[in-house]
């Protein structure tokens, strides 16, 4: 079974500094998908940033990337300038293609201060 | 497009008590799945439905909980009896999985259930 952990419970940043959140992940798995989401105080889960396994270079999407070390299994998320609306729990989950179902890390509490 | 409707936003009910969710997912996604999310936890699966056939039920309380999708669109989960533990948020997200269009999930809202 795929299981995914996020080291770090909470971090807290000042407003424009760059951050980096941790995820590793476990599979015997060749094909699969990585996502980071966010889920702030709505509930509503937010889809950040994915990564396909297959593909070598790291993914971005404006102010976040990520850093995807297929050996090692860490999935890495750079928020950079962060934004007090970047403030909220942030997850790593893991897509295996056959499963079709998404495994989720414990999530971080990101907190951006003013 | 519309998203993943949920209802009730909240609900709080007495211990052994029933309590039932429903989740309308969006316009053609044939998947549909259940997660249940302890407070300070990631997300945990309870149910994938594919079409209104059950694809994994396996973490699923089934002494407890029970969910069905009706011709393949909306669904509902229940639990009964209601226990202490069973308070979390319930979200419900659909997908385009298993029609190889996409492997993005959308997520609803969630339903906040507190046990009491």
């Known amino acids: 079974a795929q299981t995914v952990t996020q080291s770090q419970p909470e971090m807290s940043v000042q407003e424009a500094e760059t951050v980096t959140l941790s995820c590793t992940y476990d599979t015997s798995e060749n094909n699969y998908y990585l996502f980071w989401y966010k889920q702030p105080p709505s509930r509503q889960m937010i889809l950040v940033i994915r990564?396909?396994?297959?593909?070598?270079q790291n993914a971005t999407e404006n102010r976040f990337s990520v850093n995807f070390q297929k050996a090692a299994k860490s999935f890495s998320l750079k928020i950079s300038d962060s934004q007090l609306g970047d403030t909220a729990m942030y997850f790593c989950a893991f897509l295996n293609q056959g499963a079709q179902k998404l495994v989720f890390g414990q999530g971080t509490r990101l907190t951006i201060n003013p | 497009e519309a998203g993943v409707a949920q209802s009730p936003r909240y609900k709080i009910i007495e211990k052994r008590q029933s309590v039932a969710f429903w989740c309308n997912p969006i316009s053609g996604h044939a998947t549909l799945y259940w997660y249940q999310q302890i407070l300070g936890q990631g997300p945990k699966l309870l149910i994938q439905?594919?079409?209104?056939?059950?694809?994994?039920d396996s973490q699923l309380p089934k002494d407890r909980f029970s969910a069905e999708r009706l011709k393949g669109v909306d669904s509902t989960l229940k639990i009964q009896p209601a226990k202490l533990e069973d308070s979390a948020v319930y979200l419900c997200?659909?997908?385009?999985?298993?029609?190889?269009?996409?492997?993005?999930?959308?997520f609803g809202s969630g339903t906040r259930l507190t046990v009491v």
């Open positions: 439905f594919q079409n209104n056939g059950v694809v994994d």
């Open positions: 997200a659909s997908s385009l999985l298993g029609q190889g269009l996409d492997y993005g999930y959308t």
């Open positions: 990564q396909e396994a297959y593909k070598q």
